[in-house]
């Protein structure tokens, strides 16, 4: 009986650390800033999982850039930024704490881009302002809800790489 029980125990144990951190249905929101050479990013965004290891969400972003002032012109930009994600979260795959999110996934994005020069203001919109772009992470939960999160990746508004922090709600 003991043996039986020890082992349920561990099975129940190792089922527990191989879940996803994100559940079918739960929500979490993400926030924090970037580093791109446009800038520092600022974004915010939630989650959702819609699946087993698969979340789905949006996010918004924001950022200021100084080009500097080159033949005595003042050059500065502001992006402003839409993403839709989905991620596949590899804990169960690699069998990894619920305490760690590992996670890889693509975005669709659309940007405006407003640029001023002497004053004068200059709208970058279109279909050249949408992209799709890759992204792989890692948060690392402190507790059953705040995270920290460390992502790179490419192709939108906070290309290069964010770290932010993550709650479950």
Do not use: C
Request: proline share 1%.
């Amino acid at each position: 009986m003991k043996k039986i029980t020890l082992l349920l125990a561990l099975f129940t144990i190792g089922f527990t650390y191989a879940q996803s951190p994100l559940e079918k249905g739960s929500l979490q929101a993400n926030a924090g800033f970037g580093f791109s050479g446009w800038g520092i990013p600022i974004y915010a965004g939630l989650e959702v999982g819609v699946a087993t290891n698969i979340t789905v969400g949006g996010e918004i972003s924001y950022q200021k850039y100084n080009h500097g002032s080159g033949l005595g012109s003042d050059f500065n930009s502001s992006i402003f930024g839409i993403q839709a994600n989905g991620n596949y979260h590899f804990n169960e795959v690699l069998e990894i704490s619920s305490q760690w999110d590992v996670y890889a996934g693509a975005n669709l994005n659309y940007f405006s881009w407003n640029t001023k020069l002497d004053g004068e203001t200059f709208d970058y919109g279109g279909s050249d302002n949408f992209g799709l772009g890759l992204q792989i992470g890692g948060r690392y939960f402190f507790d059953d809800n705040f995270a920290i999160n460390l992502q790179v990746g490419g192709g939108n508004v906070v290309s290069g790489g964010r770290i932010g922090i993550t709650y479950k709600l």
